[in-house]
C-alpha cells in the first residue's frame, strides 16, 4: 500500500519511518527541504511541496491509496476536507480547532475512512475510552493527565516543546470544555490548577485544557475532564503572558506599525523552546476510567512514561504520538477499522480487538502502557 505523510517535522518523520519498516511504500512531504532531508537520507522517498495550497494536496494525494496528516493545526482541517474530497483515506494528528464532524457528510459521500485526533491524547486516551465505553454498562467517570516535557526542567520557562509550539500556545489560550456533574461547562483555559505524582518524574502542574474534543459527544458519563501538565512554575508564567494580553491575536499599534502580541511574544518564545540536537524528552499519559458491569463498579488507571529513544535519535512525543498514529494506520490498511465517514479514536477503540492491537503494537515500540485496577464502592 502506498502512504503519504503530510508534513515532516519530528513527529511526521517518526510516522514515516515506521510506516516504511512495516512494509508500505511511503512518501513524505514538507514545504521545507531541511525537514526532508533526514527521511531522503534515510532512503524514503520525499516530495517538496507549500501543502497550504490545496490544490497542491489533492493533485499530490491522488497518487496514493493512504494519507497521514502530520500538519500543524492551523493547516489540519483544510487539508483533512481536500484529502477527503479527492476520496483518499486520511488518518490525521494536527489537533485543530474547527469540528471534524463537519466533514462527515463528505466522507461518507465519497466512502473514505477518515480518523482524526489519532496521537497519544487525544488519540490513545480515546482508544483506551472506547474500549471500555463498549464492554461497560456505564461509564461513570474519565480523567486523563497528559505531558509531553524535556527530561529535565531546564530553561527560563522549565519547558520545551516537543510538536508545533504554536500548537502549544493553543492549549494556553483555547477555552476548556470538560463535563462536571453531566454539565458541559467551559473556562478559560490554564483554569483549575492542581498537581500530579509522578512516579520517576516527580510533582507535575495539572491544568485543564481542551483536549476533551470528540468525547464531549459522550454526555452520558458525567464526569470527564482532560488536564495537560507542566514543570512546577509555567503555569503561572503563561498566566502571566496572557493576562496582561501577550497572547493575544487581536493586533496593537505601536508607533506607525500594527502588531499581534502574540507574534512578538512567539518569536522570542520560541527559540527558547527549541530543543536542542539530542536533547532528551518525555510524555507522561495517567488515564483513570471508572465503569459499572454487572452490578460492580471499578477504576481501572492506566499510566505511560516514555523517554526519547537516544540510540534511533527519536523523542519521546514523535514515539507516543506517531505510534499511536502508524498503529491505525495499520488497523485502517488492513480493513480492521473500515467505517466510512470521519471517526474520532474512541470509536476505533469500540471495534473488538482494537485496543489491544495499538497497546501490543506500542509494546513492540517499547512503548508501554500499564493498568492497575481497584474497585469502587456502588453509585
Given amino acids: 500500500m502506498r502512504v503519504v505523510v503530510l508534513g515532516a517535522g519530528r513527529v511526521g518523520q517518526a510516522i514515516a519511518l515506521d510506516l516504511a ?6 512518501a513524505a512531504t514538507d ?33 496514493f491509496d493512504l494519507v497521514v496528516g502530520a500538519l500543524p493545526a492551523a493547516l489540519g482541517y483544510r487539508t483533512v476536507e481536500a484529502v477527503i474530497d479527492a476520496g483518499r483515506a486520511i488518518v490525521d494528528i494536527s489537533f485543530f480547532e ?27 486516551s480515546n482508544i483506551i475510552y472506547g474500549h471500555f465505553a ?5 461509564v461513570r467517570r474519565l480523567v486523563c493527565y497528559v505531558g ?34 453531566g454539565v458541559l461547562t467551559t473556562v478559560p483555559a490554564l483554569s483549575e490548577i492542581t498537581s500530579l505524582d509522578v512516579p520517576g518524574v516527580g510533582s507535575l502542574e495539572a491544568f485543564l485544557t481542551d483536549g ?26 503563561m498566566l502571566l503572558l496572557r ?46 476510567i471508572d465503569v459499572e458491569q454487572g452490578g460492580s463498579a471499578e477504576r481501572h488507571t492506566f499510566d505511560l512514561l516514555d523517554r526519547h529513544d537516544a540510540e534511533s535519535g527519536t523523542s519521546s512525543m514523535a514515539r507516543t504520538t506517531g505510534y499511536t498514529c502508524t498503529a491505525i ?18 470509536d476505533v477503540g469500540r471495534v473488538e480487538g482494537c485496543f489491544d492491537r495499538v497497546r501490543s503494537y506500542l509494546e513492540a515500540r517499547g512503548v508501554r502502557l500499564t493498568e492497575t485496577r481497584s474497585p469502587l464502592p456502588p453509585a
Fill in 98 to 124: 474547527e469540528d471534524p464532524f463537519g466533514l462527515d457528510a463528505l466522507a461518507r459521500e465519497r466512502g473514505v475512512v477518515a480518523v482524526v485526533d489519532a496521537g497519544v491524547a487525544p488519540g490513545l
Fill in 329 to 346: 494506520v495499520q488497523l485502517v490498511a488492513d480493513g480492521t477499522y473500515g467505517r466510512t465517514g470521519v471517526s474520532a479514536p474512541e
Fill in 212 to 237: 476533551l474534543r470528540s468525547l464531549l459527544r459522550e454526555d452520558h458519563v458525567p464526569e470527564m475532564r482532560e488536564m495537560t501538565l507542566r514543570y512546577p512554575g509555567h503555569v503561572q508564567q
Fill in 134 to 138: 463498549a464492554g461497560a454498562d456505564r
Fill in 21 to 26: 519498516a512495516s512494509g508500505f511504500a511511503v
Fill in 31 to 63: 514545504s521545507d527541504p531541511m525537514a526532508l532531508a533526514p527521511l531522503a537520507a534515510r532512503g524514503l522517498a520525499t516530495v517538496r511541496a507549500d501543502l497550504a495550497d490545496r490544490d497542491a494536496v489533492v493533485q499530490l494525494v491522488a497518487e
Fill in 148 to 181: 509531553g516535557l524535556p527530561a529535565e526542567p531546564s530553561g527560563l520557562m522549565r519547558y520545551k516543546a516537543p510538536f508545533s509550539p504554536a500548537d502549544v500556545i493553543e492549549l494556553y489560550t483555547r477555552p476548556a470544555r470538560y463535563r462536571t456533574g
Fill in 243 to 288: 493576562e496582561i494580553g501577550l497572547l493575544s491575536t487581536a493586533p496593537l499599534t505601536v508607533g506607525s506599525t500594527r502588531i499581534s502580541p502574540r507574534a512578538v511574544v512567539t518569536t522570542l518564545l520560541f527559540p527558547l523552546w527549541e530543543f536542542a540536537p539530542g536533547e532528551p524528552d518525555l510524555t507522561v499519559l495517567h488515564v483513570e
